[in-house]
């Protein structure tokens, strides 16, 4: 029998038991939760906390007038809002987006006044508004400007430039971004799109035509330049956007069109770079501005094709643009006026209007040099434009100023404040004829300029006849005009036409009284042409005029001296590089300028700083010919101080190559210093010191850092540490040089006649100058040189001096790193020469009369009993030794014996007493 199973139920009642928890419901709702305050002080504040205008109005009751339909009411809450913003600046930063939202539409109100007050509200807050602030609202500002731009009333469209003026002034990376907006709304205000039925079937691009307004309240050509001026400004920001820098336009570099290369180098300084102080980056293209921007990029950015960023809407953009620029170039031209005026002759506004077509096109030109198919795109652009360029460009080249009488002044002042800034500017006739020269030079390279003869060389009659004509340029015409020839030299092979250029430049170069940015320009076009590391221009390597202005160099750097530092800094590199390329020219006029450069007290070289005076030293290896006149100055200015340590030891490394000790092969050049020269250069260094200056010293009565012996003829003067450690330094230079001399013992006979000649009899010595001559005989001295006396007894003077300055000075910390110095020295020639020792020990003949110096001495004899390497010398002259404390202890006036004698006799019975029999 099955048993059956129990069904379970869909709905089972549960059954509650007292005393038990009930269980939890499926659709219990949880009703435990936290909460925390969110404070907002600002949004908490009261209006009546709000700082206020003169009128008692917050910014939130004056934004509040900007939407009333009274034109009165939003003008005066504009000037409220300017008022409040004056007096409190916080008031922008806080309440930025609702200031530009609700002062923004105000751009196209047709009330004037309203528009006039937004555009001052405009112009004072954003100095103080950056670009970062502004840039989360700028997309709402610019489309406020270009719904003005294209606004049907013709005072909207003119306040709408305004607009543009002050954006582009603050931010122009901005208003850059919606290029191709704005683009379009600059050919609007001056044209219009001309669709006909053939067009809109069968043309390739719409056609564009210059409009005209007869409601307008200026006429349509001043109207045209109005709007160019701001065109040509957008374009300038466009163009300093897509490169680094803002280009120079005295920046002379050559380029691919050209056929020429200029490399620029990196400096390094490799004791920075071994210090870690100095990092060196390498780049593809590197330089002394490596250049890093890559041609790829990881994300294509959102809008990096569109506007002038892609190449074929920057050639569409041409296309419509230049066609519109020509017939505004022909509606300025003469041709259209009344009366017989030349073709040549312009009136002022009609001048402005074609200098502003030209500025436009060069401004397009640099955008597509940018670009990566460059000379596709200039080849593209000459064989459609040349042409026209040639037929209405240089048809009646060059253009002047035509005079107008005036009229009457309500009329002209009328005008005045219609016109452009520009406009008052007199005379833009060379402003003009640069611009028509400059693009047409651009569009010729060296392959095609056999075929642009004809109007090449009315260009480069007009640039010459500007440069020949004695009058002095305004830098920024120079400046075009150098542009001017840089290209044309560059591309022609003409060397008579190069030289021709040239002159005329070198002729404005040779003007007296040129301000400084024009004698910088004109040297960084000289230096450009010379420095270039690649050409393949003959005419420029072998010109004439080059060399003259070479060869002026050092006269000019002599004569500029140390007035301007940079400019001398610029002329000594391009000295050196004509040095370096042995230029005869260059090399003749600088060693007759030798002595105004290297004078130890006003010369070049001591009055320019630190930094330039490197290179102006490297230009010694170069010269010709080194005099000994020439010599002595150079030891002065080493010795002098006038140069850093560093430089004044590079200066005598170079001399010592250009003597013949320097390592030169079998063939020795006949330029090398003499021997004679060269020895007598290096003693000078050691001596540190001039004749004069030592003569000085001799007359020199009552000098408290004068110390003396009397156990020594020979006084010491006390020089600062800063001088002694600078001579001694040299020192150590001057014997590795004089170390290299084959022939030591010949050396040490030098050094000896030179001692003897200029050193003995002087009773006055520097302190340096005595340890220096000490230190090199004792490192130079052969062991079969036998010394003379005079000799012998100058070294004892001087070594007996030093010791003694070296136990009586004050324990400074300056003297100590002085005492080491000298304590070498004198141990050094004791130990290296032996007489030199004994000499000593017969010298010191105590007497009654030397009671104050006894401890010297005693001082003395201990320390030279300590030396290890003076141990050998000291038992050979143990007799001595012992004669002289002997003496000391007799002569010692004092009934208890001092420690200094119980120290003194302490060690000479450990050191001596095992060689000869003490007796007291």
Avoid at 188 to 193: A, F, G, K, V, Y
Avoid at 211 to 235: D, E, G, I, P
Avoid at 273 to 280: A, E, P
Avoid at 323 to 329: D, K, Q, R
Wanted: aromatic share 8%.
């Amino acid at each position: 029998m099955t048993k059956k199973r129990k069904r379970q139920d869909d709905f089972q009642k549960i059954k509650l038991k007292v005393g038990k928890i009930k269980p939890r419901a499926d659709n219990a709702t949880n009703t435990s939760f936290k909460t925390r305050a969110i404070h907002v002080p600002e949004q908490l504040k009261s209006d009546a906390l709000l700082p206020t205008n003169y009128r008692k109005l917050n910014v939130k009751d004056l934004l509040t007038q900007l939407h009333h339909y009274s034109s009165g009411i939003k003008q005066g809450a504009l000037n409220g809002l300017k008022d409040l913003v004056s007096q409190h600046p916080s008031v922008i930063a806080s309440h930025l987006s609702n200031i530009l939202s609700d002062s923004a539409p105000m751009f196209t109100d047709k009330d004037p006044m309203v528009r006039s007050a937004a555009i001052q509200l405009l112009q004072f807050i954003t100095p103080k508004i950056s670009s970062d602030q502004m840039a989360p609202f700028f997309p709402l500002v610019s489309a406020h400007l270009s719904s003005a731009m294209t606004h049907i009333l013709e005072g909207i469209q003119e306040d709408a430039l305004k607009i543009l003026d002050i954006l582009l002034e603050h931010y122009p990376e901005l208003l850059t971004d919606c290029c191709n907006i704005l683009l379009k709304n600059f050919l609007e205000l001056i044209s219009h799109q001309r669709l006909s039925k053939g067009l809109k079937t069968g043309g390739k691009v719409p056609s564009w035509m210059l409009s005209v307004n007869l409601n307008r309240r200026v006429t349509s050509q001043l109207w045209r330049l109005n709007v160019l001026s701001r065109l040509r400004k957008f374009l300038r920001a466009v163009v300093e956007g897509s490169t680094q820098s803002v280009e120079n336009e005295a920046t002379f570099e050559s380029d691919a069109r050209t056929g020429s290369e200029r490399v620029t180098t990196l400096q390094v300084k490799w004791d920075n770079y071994v210090t870690g102080q100095q990092h060196i980056q390498l780049y593809e293209h590197s330089g002394s501005q490596p250049m890093t921007v890559i041609p790829f990029r990881l994300r294509p950015s959102l809008g990096a094709e569109e506007g002038l960023a892609s190449v074929e809407n920057l050639k569409g953009f041409i296309q419509i643009l230049i066609p519109l620029l020509l017939e505004c170039w022909v509606e300025a031209s003469p041709g259209q006026l009344t009366g017989p005026t030349p073709s040549s002759l312009l009136e002022p506004e009609a001048m402005q209007l074609k200098l502003q077509v030209l500025n436009i096109i060069q401004l397009l030109w640099k955008l597509m040099q940018h670009r990566d198919e460059t000379e596709k795109l200039e080849f593209w652009l000459r064989n459609h434009y040349l042409g026209d360029f040639k037929d209405n460009f240089m048809k009646h080249f060059p253009y002047s100023m035509l005079e107008t009488l005036r009229h009457r002044k309500k009329d002209w002042d009328k005008k005045d404040k219609q016109a452009p800034p520009f406009m008052n500017i007199p005379d833009h006739s060379l402003a003009l004829n640069l611009a028509v020269c400059q693009v047409m030079v651009s569009l010729t390279n060296s392959v095609t300029v056999h075929q642009d003869s004809d109007w090449l060389d009315q260009i480069r009659k007009f640039v010459t006849e500007n440069l020949s004509d004695g009058r002095k340029l305004a830098c920024q015409q120079l400046s075009g005009i150098l542009v001017l020839v840089w290209r044309l030299v560059l591309i022609q092979h003409n060397r008579g036409a190069t030289e021709e250029l040239l002159r005329a430049v070198y002729t404005q170069y040779q003007q007296q009284g040129l301000s400084l940015s024009i004698r910088t320009m004109l040297l960084n076009f000289f230096s450009g042409l010379y420095l270039r590391e690649k050409t393949s221009n003959l005419q420029i390597a072998r010109s004439k005029v080059l060399s003259r202005w070479l060869a002026g160099l050092p006269l000019q750097l002599a004569q500029l001296g140390s007035k301007n530092p940079l400019l001398s800094a610029q002329l000594i590199d391009v000295i050196h590089v004509a040095a370096a390329h042995s230029n005869k020219e260059l090399l003749q006029s600088l060693q007759s300028n030798v002595y105004r450069l290297y004078d130890p007290q006003d010369g070049t070289l001591v009055l320019l700083p630190s930094e330039t005076q490197h290179s102006l030293v490297q230009l010694v290896y170069f010269l010709p010919r080194i005099s000994s006149e020439l010599l002595s100055c150079l030891s002065r200015c080493c010795t002098m101080g006038r140069l850093s340590t560093k430089l004044a030891i590079n200066l005598i490394r170079i001399l010592h190559t250009r003597s013949y000790f320097g390592g030169w092969g079998p063939s020795l050049p006949n330029s090398l210093v003499t021997d004679v020269d060269y020895f007598s250069f290096l003693f000078s260094t050691l001596t540190g010191f001039s004749g004069e200056e030592l003569t000085w010293l001799q007359n020199s009565s009552s000098n408290p850092h004068i110390s003396q012996s009397q156990f020594s003829s020979i006084h010491l003067y006390a020089t600062d540490l800063d001088q002694f450690v600078h001579h001694w330094e040299i020192t150590e230079v001057a014997c590795q040089c004089l170390s290299s001399v084959p022939s030591r013992i010949q050396c040490c006979d030098i050094l000896q006649s030179a001692i003897c000649k200029h050193l003995v009899g002087v009773n006055l010595l520097p302190d340096s100058t005595a340890g220096s001559i000490l230190k090199t005989v004792g490192q130079l001295i052969d062991p079969a040189f036998i010394p003379n006396d005079c000799l012998l007894n100058f070294l004892v003077g001087s070594c007996y001096s030093l010791l003694y300055f070296i136990l009586t000075s004050e324990k400074n910390r300056g003297n100590v790193q002085k005492r080491e110095f000298l304590w070498g020295a004198c141990l050094t020639a004791l130990a290296r020469i032996p007489r030199l020792l004994r000499l000593m020990l017969q010298n010191l003949r105590v007497t009654g009369a030397c009671q104050g110096e006894l401890p010297v001495i005693a001082q003395i004899l201990r320390l030279l009993l300590q030396q290890t390497q003076l141990r050998q010398h000291m038992v050979a002259n143990a007799a001595m030794v012992q004669q002289v404390i002997q003496d000391i202890t007799n002569f010692k006036t004092d009934d208890f014996q001092e420690q200094w004698l119980t120290d003194l006799h302490y060690y000479f019975r450990i050191y001596l007493a095992a060689s000869i029999p003490v007796t007291y």
